[in-house]
Structures are given as C-alpha cells and as structure tokens.
C-alpha cells in the first residue's frame, strides 16, 4: 500500500510547494526593479551558502553543528527520498544513504528541540515551537519507511494500521517542510534564503568582500517619489531578504536600541516587512515586540503606507528614527539581511517626501544646506581653532602629500584637542600635509543617514569638485564618519580617493619608525571600536597596534572588535533624539566600567562626545591621537646617531 | 451652538530670503513663518485655500529658495502646488503689481512677514499696500483665532510675551514675526515637483531704490550692561530685569544745534566720547 501512496504523497506535496513557490515569488515581485545578476548569483548561490553564511553561523559552535546535521540530513534526505520513494528506485545504497541522511537530520532536531526547550528570548516562539516536531516528524518517519527498502524489515512488516500511522506522520513532516518552505511557515527562510544569497543586493560582501557605503538614490528623475513609502517600493531583492529572516534574534541581541529600551528591534522590523509585502497585521508575530509597543496594533499592505502621517500604519516613524545605523544587526544576520539599507530607504521617504525629520532633525538639515555644516556655524571659521598652528592650506601649496580632512569636529571645542594633537604627531613624523580649511564642508553623512539624499549629494558634489582642483596620496581623517564617506560613498559619485584614518596612518608611520614614544605610565586602557572604523572599514587592528606601540595593554571589553557596541552617536541618532529607559552611550560606558579601565581610547569625535557625555563616568576618554601626542618623544638618545646616520633614507621614503 | 464656520480664502506674500551668516539664498523665516500660520488655518478651517504670492525676478537662486516655500505643503492635503510669480526685472518695485494682482482675485487674507531679508527690508510693504488697497492692517500676528462672518479674531503680539486680541474686517493684511509658529520643515521632493506659474507683469522701475547706495551693514554699538551683582538672585534679576529707560529725556522743538549737544553730552556721559 505504501508503495502506492508514497509516490502520491511526495509528488502531491512538491505540487502544492511548486504552486506556493509561484505565489511567493509573486509577492517579491511587487517590489521595484533591481539590476541584478541571475545566472551568476544562482551559480554562486552554494558557495555563498556554504561558505560566507556559515561563517556567520559558525560563531555559535552548536547552533551551527545543529543547523549543518538538521539542514544537510534534510536535503539529502529529500533528494534521497524523491529517487527511492518517489521515483521508486528502491536501491539498497540509495536506500541505505537515505537512512543515515534521515538519522543525521533526527539527531540534528533532537539538538533543535533542546534549543526549544528554554529558548532565549530573542528567539521568536510561535509556529517555531513546533518546529522540531516537524523535523522529527519528517525524520524518523522516512526513517522508518525506508527500513523496508534496505531489507531491515520485511516489505509486508506491521499491519496497515502503522502504515496509515507512518503514512499521518510523514504528511506532517512533509507538510512542514516542503509545503510550509514556499506557504509561508518556518521553513520559509531555507527557500527564500537561498534566493536571497543568490540574489543578494550586495554581492561584493560575499568571498570576503566588504560592502557597506550606502547606496545612491538617483535624483535625475523630478517627477519620481523618493525613497520607500510603501512595501512595494523596496527593489524585489529586498522584499526577497526580508522574507529570509530565520527570526533568530541575533540582531535584537545586539542592538543598542533594543537594549536602551527605544521603540526598536531590528527582527520585529523585518518581520513588519514580511507582514507588508504579504499585507495584513503583525498579531501573528512571536517575539520581542518594539520596545514599549504591545503588538497587535499595526498593520500595512504592500501598497499602503509603512510609515501613516497621521495615526498608525506598519510602522512608527520613531521606530525608524532610533537606528545608529551601527550595523551591529547586519554584521550579526546569519541570513546577511541588510537592515541599515531598508532603514535608510523609509527614512529617505519621511524627510524628502513628508518633511518629517524629528527633533532637531530639521534645523540641523537647513543649517547644512546654509551654511554646509550641521551646527549652523560660519563657515568661514572652521580654522579658527588653529590660528596659532600656521596649518599648511591646500589653496595655497595645491600639492600635498597627506590631505588632512578636519570634519565638522573643527567646530566643537573637545574636538579640537584631537586636532591639535593629530597635527602635532603629522609634525613630529614630518608629515607633508595641509587642509582644505575653508573649502572643507561636511562630508554629507549625517544629512545622507536622516534621509536628506538631495543635501548629501549637493555637499559631496561640491567636495569633489574642490578636491579635484589639487593634488595630494592620501587624505587622513580623525572623524570614521568622514572616512567611511569619502572612501566608500564617493566613489558612486565620481570621487575615488585613498582614505586612511588617524589610527591607520599613525601606525603606518610608527612602523616606519617616524614616531618614538616615552613608555606608558597610566593606568589601564579598554579601547572603544568606532562602528563606522571597525564593522563599516574593517579597521580593528590598526588602533589596537598604535596603543601597543605606547605600550599599552589593551584590557577588552566583552563588545569589542566586530561586535562593538555602538556609543549612540551614529546615524543622526542623537539630533532625533528618540526616548528611551537608557541611554546608549550609558551602557557603554558600563562595558567600560568592567574591564576596571581608567581610560578608554577612542578614534571617533562622535563616540568622544557621546562618552565623555556619560555623567559619573569611572574612565577618562582619549582619543588615539591626544595619548600619541602626549607620548611622542624626540628620538631616544641612543638612536639619535643611527638617526641621523639614516636621515638621507628616511627622507627617501617620504 | 458653535456658529458654522467658513474657510477663507488667504494668499500668503513670499520673499526670497538671505541666510544671515552665510548670505544664500532661503526661504525668509518670517514669510515661512507666515505660510505656517496659513497652514494652520487651513487645517483649524476646512475649505480655506491658500496661494502664494511672490513678485520679483526669477533665477536660479531665487527659484530654488521660493521652492522652499513650495516643500512645506507637503501632503497637508491643501493642494498647494503653485505659486504665482509675478515676474518683474530686478529693482522693480513689487508693491504696484502685489497691489494689482490682488484688487483683480482679492483675497480674505493676506499674509506677509514683517520684514524682507535682502533688498530694501524697510518692512514698509504690508503698510504701503494696505494704504493701496484700502484694507485694514495687523501686525506682529501671533495666531487667527476665529473666522466668523467676514470678521477675524487674532491675537496680536506684543513684547515681553504679551498678546492682544483683536478683532479685523476681511478682507485684511496681517504682518507676522518672530512670535508666531515656527515653519515646518519643507520637503525636497514636493517642492521640486511644485510648479511656479510665472506671470510677467508691467515693471514699473523703482526709482528711489536705484538712487540709494548700498553698503553692507555695520554693526550697531551695544550698550554695555554692566552687572553689579554680589548674589545669584540679583545677577538672575538683572537678566531679567526690564531695559530700564528712567534717564532718558525727549527733545522736542529744539534746534539742531541743541540736539547735536545734547546728544554729545550723553555720550560723553557714557563714556562713548572722551
């Protein structure tokens, strides 16, 4: 009898899977078009699975074990299962491959179901609770079926009465796993997910790469709507990651946001997005809800507002507005979801087409349109720090080796220090550099992350045309916001440029021997990595070799390196100012408090200001730049004669 | 019962404004601040309809900044996509084609700021036009209240935070300041898409204009205030004390000769003159 109903059952099922297959792909494809390779993505689709996903995946030992036994049994054993049963190619080998593929996918569930038993809480509960039973179901019922293939059992074993048991519980498995892949249910994410690798809007991120600039948002078109106001204005690739979330909460755990108790969780996001490009509400949805917000109260369609002007749609603005664009979500994604990007897109929508930036949001936009810095400040002053440093300027010497880019720190008081000592340590290095000065305006990151494209590309146009007029190797920021823009973002718009930060370069200069320090006699040292120098540029090292080189022990913190928690200051996080219970550069500085630290080293003007904004604070904050300037010694004694002996070759290298 | 009431009909004059550090061209804060309240007044009366107005050359420049007027209706449902420019040459004198395009469409309301932030900025315009058209004038307007059978009730703002309500016949020039609501943020994409339907008009020359001389302006000497305090409490009431006039003393039917002295001996007082 089972020889019979298996086939039926199995085809029955791949059907129905075809058909919702049919039906999902529809659903993405109500998004925009996207420029996207096809064949190649496909082909590239295993390695970017096996490879880039289960790094990400890999640095949760178990899970991953567990996902590798769970998932690889389950495609064997499907394919294994269609050949013996379905096509009834009942050979003993096939057979026998199918049974440990089954057996490997029953230990994997067993490792799921003990996940289960006391999820976390940034785990989604809901359809995923029965998800190991499902797993279980499907296994050990081919299992079983195919015990007779290989001669274990006897092919007429057990009465109809267990084959119709057998046969309920397969339907079950099946039904999950195979059904529920293109109908909507957990397994969701295994077909969505390997069409969003395949698909993805940002391949260079795969094979190693690192994509992380934001993209251009083409303003050729006056007669076009900016930015994304409904679902179905995501590129169809989007809509696609969006509905490869595993839900795992991987990015809830991370976010400062979420911790800070503001209106956001990165899952519940995404999964707000899912509930768009479908249409209906987010009451089916199982796990953290926004902070503050009970769900059940929202709900969109793919062509209504995400964001309502008035009242409640799929989301709260506010929601939108409490992202520092940190990155923590994406760098974390085992499904390499792009958060920041669809964050970026709803916001662009708020400010270019409702005019709804909040708080301060708006005046700091108009003063950057005025007066091309955020603060609002006179332009004409943004040397005035360094009146007495007789600062080399580009309009002058049109050749430089080092251009020296201030940012918008020139401006504020605590900044200026860190310029002051980045000047004295390019001196002691007999650095050749100079500065724009006046001709220097914002970079365009904070106008471009509120969502302000239109200002952005105005104030980067402007900069590479002043760049253009003059001749310099390299150009050296202080400030990763600017960094990550004039090396990553300007390139869309014609500006290709060599960008290091301070700590890059100080450490590239120390190596060739142009600094000397006097040995480190302070207290103990944690460093603060920047999340637009370390998870936007990859930088962890550099700064981490320059405090070596004063001979500091760096004493990390748990969030360090790549999972860095972010200080608050990113994305214009602290001009829209969204409330929470915390404030994030108050957990921060908790990080710090634990490692016993009495200072903690920073390179970003923007984390220094959120830190040192920390009231009863238990470390002092520095920037890499003031402890080298406050080290930096003449040559030592005893070198001074090699030194001079080596002036000639020195002289060379510069 | 609450009497039924109607939406007016308000146009709003708008200016190409001059950021005062850096001189670019912008929307100037107070007619923003003035089509604000036109805003408002569409939303507190349903039906009401707001134009804007603006006379002058057209560029670049100022086309951008004019925009920016254009932003801020951005899906306030008022449908209020264009803008009338009155297209004239530079140094022509606005107030005789504002005068003539609104006697031919009058309507219940005109807005204006107090005063332009570039060219002559005498703040002459809502007065000058006034007189031209007959029309009772308010100024410094704070908030319009209530619009009821052709009459308006408005508060008017005076110093130091006080208001005045008063009542006005329609139709009505009302000036507004610093103390009425601040201008929402104008959104890119709408005032882009926005159209100014550009109407060119006689350019009558503006003779006295073009005999003046300009000059950028200096800045006017400060009074020092200097504070004898020996506690907080007396250094937080001189901060908010009132500027105190007591000594001064008004001259009047005196000669030139006199005035000239006495103005002297003040300033030798003050220590200005030694």
């Not at chain 1, 391949?203 to 076009?224: H, K, V």
């Not at chain 2, 002058?56 to 920016?68: D, I, M, Q």
């Not at chain 2, 308010?138 to 935070?161: F, H, I, S």
């Amino acid at each position: 009898m089972l020889e019979t109903l298996l086939p039926i059952l199995i085809f029955a099922a791949l059907a129905l899977a075809v058909v919702g297959a049919w039906r999902r792909i529809r659903l993405w494809r109500q998004g925009r078009p996207a420029e996207v390779d096809l064949l190649r993505g496909l082909a590239a689709m295993p390695r970017r699975y096996l490879v880039d996903l289960h790094h990400v995946v890999g640095r949760d030992k178990v899970m991953s074990n567990t996902h590798v036994a769970t998932a690889g049994g389950f495609v064997a054993a499907a394919v294994l299962m269609i050949l013996v049963h379905g096509l009834g190619l009942a050979n003993p080998v096939l057979g026998g491959l199918l049974l440990a593929a089954s057996a490997t996918m029953f230990v994997g569930s067993l490792f799921v179901a003990k996940r289960r038993r006391n999820p976390p809480a940034r785990l989604s509960r809901g359809p995923w609770m029965r998800l190991p039973k499902s797993l279980m179901a499907f296994s050990l019922s081919v299992f079983l079926i195919t015990l007779p293939t290989v001669g274990v059992l006897p092919q007429d074993a057990g009465s109809w009465v267990l084959a119709l048991i057998l046969s309920a519980v397969l339907v079950w498995g099946l039904g999950e796993m195979v059904f529920g892949m293109t109908w909507g249910g957990p397994m969701k994410h295994a077909f969505a997910g390997a069409l969003h690798l395949a698909f993805h809007r940002r391949p260079e991120r795969f094979g190693g790469g690192r994509s992380t600039g934001l993209m251009a948002l083409n303003l050729d078109d006056s007669g076009a709507k900016l930015g994304v106001e409904t679902p179905s204005d995501f590129t169809w690739n989007q809509l696609l990651g969006f509905d490869a979330c595993v839900q795992c909460g991987r990015c809830e755990a991370v976010c400062p946001a979420f911790a800070a108790g503001q209106p956001l969780n990165p899952k519940k996001l995404i999964q707000d997005m899912v509930v768009g490009l479908a249409g209906g509400s987010d009451a089916a949805y199982a796990g953290s809800p926004y902070p503050g917000k009970p769900v059940g109260e929202h709900h969109g369609s793919p062509h209504g507002p995400i964001v309502a002007r008035e009242g409640k749609a799929l989301v709260d603005a506010e929601t939108l507005w409490s992202c520092t664009t940190c990155r923590a979500c994406v760098e974390e994604c085992p499904m390499m979801i792009e958060h920041v990007d669809a964050i970026v897109d709803m916001r662009r929508f708020l400010t270019l087409e409702h005019g709804n930036t909040p708080n301060k949001g708006a005046e700091v936009l108009d003063n950057l349109i005025a007066t091309d810095n955020p603060g609002g400040f006179d332009p004409g002053s943004r040397l005035h720090w360094a009146a007495d440093l007789n600062l080399p300027l580009m309009a002058d010497v049109k050749q430089a080796d080092v251009l020296l880019w201030l940012g918008d720190g020139a401006f504020d008081m605590r900044n200026q220090r860190t310029l002051r000592a980045l000047v004295k340590v390019l001196r002691a290095a007999e650095v050749e550099f100079a500065v724009l000065g006046v001709e220097e305006r914002d970079s365009g990151d904070v106008a471009r992350r509120l969502g302000d494209e239109a200002t952005f590309q105005s104030l980067a146009r402007r900069n590479i045309a002043t760049l253009a007029k003059y001749r310099f190797q390299r150009i050296v920021t202080c400030d990763p916001h600017s960094f990550h823009v004039l090396g990553n973002e300007y390139g869309e718009l014609g500006g290709v440029y060599e960008v290091r930060h301070h700590s890059t370069y100080i450490a590239e200069l120390f190596e060739a021997g142009r600094l000397h320090f006097a040995p480190w006699k302070g207290g103990s040292v944690t460093y603060h990595d920047p999340c637009y120098l370390g998870r936007y540029n990859g930088e962890y090292e550099a700064p981490r070799n320059v405090l070596k080189a004063l001979g500091i022990q760096v004493a990390e913190m748990e969030r360090s390196g790549f999972r860095s928690r972010c200080c608050g200051g990113g994305g214009g996080a602290p001009i829209t100012d969204i409330p929470g219970e915390r404030r994030i550069p108050d957990m921060r500085m908790n990080d710090v408090k634990q490692t016993g630290a009495e200072l903690v080293a920073v390179g970003c003007p923007q984390c220094t200001a959120m830190l040192e904004g920390v009231v009863d604070a238990t470390a002092e904050v520095r920037d890499i730049a003031e402890l080298v300037a406050d080290a930096l010694v003449a040559r030592p004694a005893a070198a001074a004669v090699d030194a001079a002996a080596n002036k000639t070759t020195a002289e060379e290298v510069t | 019962m609450r009497p039924e009431q109607q939406g007016v009909d308000v146009a709003v004059l708008v200016s190409v404004g001059r950021h005062p550090i850096t001189g670019r061209a912008r929307r100037a804060d107070q007619d923003a601040r003035g089509l604000e309240l036109a805003l408002g007044l569409e939303r507190q009366l349903p039906g009401s309809r707001v134009r804007l107005l603006h006379a002058g050359p057209r560029g670049e420049e100022s086309e951008s900044a004019l925009r920016g007027y254009l932003g801020m209706a951005a899906g306030a449902g008022t449908g209020l996509d264009t803008l009338t420019l009155l297209e004239q040459a530079e140094g022509s004198d606005a107030i005789p084609a504002l005068a003539q395009h609104l006697a031919a469409a009058p309507p219940q309301l005109v807005i204006t700021g107090t005063r332009a932030e570039r060219g002559e900025g005498s703040g002459l315009l809502p007065y000058a036009l006034a007189e031209r058209l007959g029309w009772p004038l308010v100024n410094g307007l704070a908030a319009v209240e209530k619009v009821e059978n052709g009459v308006a009730t408005v508060l008017q703002a005076l110093p130091r935070g006080q208001r005045r309500r008063l009542e006005v016949r329609l139709p009505a020039i009302v000036s507004v300041d610093g103390a009425a609501p601040a201008a929402r943020q104008s959104a890119f994409g709408p005032a882009r898409r926005a159209e100014l339907e550009a109407t060119p008009v006689a350019a009558e020359p503006d003779q006295e204009l073009a005999q003046w001389q300009m000059a950028p302006a200096r800045k006017r000497p400060k009074r020092l205030k200097i504070v004898k305090a020996a506690s907080a409490r007396d250094r937080f009431k001189a901060a908010a004390a009132k500027a105190e006039g007591g000594s001064g003393q008004v001259l009047e039917g005196v000669s030139a000769e006199q005035g000239a002295e006495a103005i002297l001996k003040l300033l030798e007082a003050e220590g200005v003159l030694r």
